[in-house]
């Protein structure tokens, strides 16, 4: 891994009131890449997401993306920096007053001069990409979880991002919906190939999908290479978190 | 304990100006990127008929009664200066002046700034005013620009239909049920009301209009930050209630310093 990270957290420090939940941490993501963001609740996961994004500020260190600080931006460079990222929230966050073809139309009307017949073009090769051909008129109150996953899927990736962020993709779907979520990231990745960064705690599913694994506890931040690192580890926190959520020792050969 | 409240004094009164100037700042930034592209006309012809087209009944029933009341009250008071044939003018000009654009944006208020501060606070909790920033789509531009430019259209337009359904409304009460000679209704009318009353009006119904889409707005996009408004749900529906409250005070309070300063 010599290849110059493509996000950067140098030093970041973010504290809630009296709580510091991210304690001078350390992150280097690397393009194409998938890296696995997990720990308990409240360690600050989505949080993470948040400082990534721009849309908080740390209180103190340095946030780079390609190399430039957004921390320090204005509003019109962070959105430029934006352009470059997909996201897909936990709840999915379409416009629900929106049609799914409208949510999914939307970044390429507001973001791009293409004419309607275009648009209309590419958002209808996006559903059949991603399976929802024939929902494009429903509206996002009248779909089942996991295809508003996928509705969210297809719009973050209209601006085709460099890099993609998943928080917590497959909270509230059946462990079936669960896998077929996961299939559909690993697919997507391989067509569009971007950077991804997904927080779970759907521990140990979304190893499967991992490069890299960063364990967030207590404000601090330690990465692996594969699961069976996270077992070797001899941070006692990280061990009992490993017992809570693995069970039983775990191998990645036994995944495929 | 008598420090104690100074620091709560202090503390309330820090946290409204930096409400105030937040507040401020999302009423600039919208105007300033209004002027940009994209101009979400379609977004803002949908607005028109939603604070607009939809509040013509609500505003048609509430001008008519209002009328009638005027009529009937004016009649009894210029009765006992046997001025009966002022009735025309009296009503006209307490309607252009005042009740036409205070009552339309009063009830506005209730009707659709209500409405607009609980979707954009729905907005925000469920994180769709995030996911616009993520996609670098400006929620300012998007989402309050075209209610603003809406309201702007629609308000003055509401008002005028106010005083005119206000005036049928005064002689229908007057002059078909309380005999007032219809002649003197009307050229009493024409010859009282000048142009300024009217201009006064308008004026008043433009700056009630840009104050229902700031409070509003502004109050729905910020239901996260307001202090003591709780959660959720809960946070949605005491920051809306709050926001139709400060609305309909700050019309009443700038009708008086707009009437002071235009008079």
């Not at chain 1, 929802?132 to 996928?150: C, I, V, Y």
Request: glycine fraction near 10%; charge should be positive.
């Amino acid at each position: 891994m010599n290849a110059t990270p493509i996000i950067q957290l140098r030093e970041v420090v973010k504290v809630f009131g009296t709580q510091r939940i991210l304690d001078r941490v350390n992150l280097k993501i690397f393009p194409g890449r998938t890296t696995v963001i997990v720990g308990g609740s409240g360690q600050g996961k989505s949080v993470t997401l948040k400082l990534i994004l721009g849309l908080i500020k740390p209180d103190s260190g340095a946030i780079l993306v390609h190399g430039r600080d957004i921390t320090t931006m204005g509003r019109k460079e962070l959105n430029s920096v934006r352009s470059n990222f997909g996201v897909l929230f936990q709840g999915a966050a379409l416009l629900d007053s929106l049609s799914v073809f409208d949510n999914i139309a939307l970044p390429l009307r507001e973001r791009t001069e293409l004419s309607g017949v275009e648009i209309r073009q590419k958002v209808m090769s996006t559903l059949v990409q991603l399976g929802l051909t024939g929902h494009e008129d429903k509206f996002p109150a009248q779909l089942s979880g996991g295809m508003k996953k996928r509705v969210g899927l297809a719009r973050a990736l209209q601006l085709r991002p460099e890099i993609m962020l998943f928080d917590e993709p497959t909270t509230g779907l059946d462990p079936e919906k669960t896998m077929e979520i996961y299939r559909l990231f690993y697919e997507t990745q391989g067509k569009f190939g971007y950077t991804s960064i997904i927080v779970s705690h759907d521990i140990p599913k979304v190893f499967n999908l991992a490069d890299q694994i960063v364990v967030l506890n207590r404000g601090k931040l330690v990465t692996f290479e594969n699961p069976e690192e996270i077992q070797m580890s001899d941070i006692p926190e990280i061990q009992s978190f490993v017992k809570t959520t693995m069970g039983q020792p775990y191998r990645s050969s036994e995944l495929e | 304990m008598f420090l104690q409240r100074i620091e709560k004094i202090g503390e309330s009164a820090i946290y409204h100006l930096h409400d105030l100037g937040r507040m401020g700042i999302f009423l600039l930034r919208t105007l300033l990127g209004g002027v940009k592209k994209p101009f979400h006309f379609r977004t803002m012809v949908r607005q028109i008929r939603e604070i607009g087209a939809n509040s013509f009944g609500v505003i048609f029933f509430t001008a008519a009664f209002t009328g009638m009341v005027l009529g009937l009250q004016g009649y009894y008071t210029l009765r006992k200066f046997g001025s009966e044939g002022m009735l025309g003018s009296a009503v006209a000009l307490s309607l252009l002046r005042e009740m036409g654009p205070v009552l339309t944006a009063l009830m506005v208020t209730g009707r659709a700034g209500s409405a607009m501060c609980a979707e954009l606070g729905i907005m925000r909790n469920s994180e769709q005013i995030d996911a616009l920033e993520c996609m670098a789509i400006d929620p300012l531009g998007y989402l309050v620009m075209p209610k603003i430019m809406a309201t702007l259209i629609s308000l003055p337009l509401l008002t005028m239909v106010f005083n005119v359904v206000g005036i049928f409304g005064g002689y229908l009460a007057g002059v078909k049920m309380l005999g007032v000679n219809p002649g003197a209704y009307f050229t009493g009318m024409e010859l009282s009301v000048v142009d300024k009353d009217i201009t006064m009006g308008l004026i008043k119904s433009l700056v009630f209009g840009l104050l229902i889409v700031w409070i509003c707005t502004g109050r729905g996009y910020f239901v996260h930050q307001i202090r003591g408004a709780g959660y959720g749900a809960e946070a949605v529906s005491r920051v809306t209630t709050q926001a139709v409250v400060i609305a309909s005070i700050s019309i009443l309070l700038w009708d008086y310093i707009l009437t002071a300063i235009l008079l």
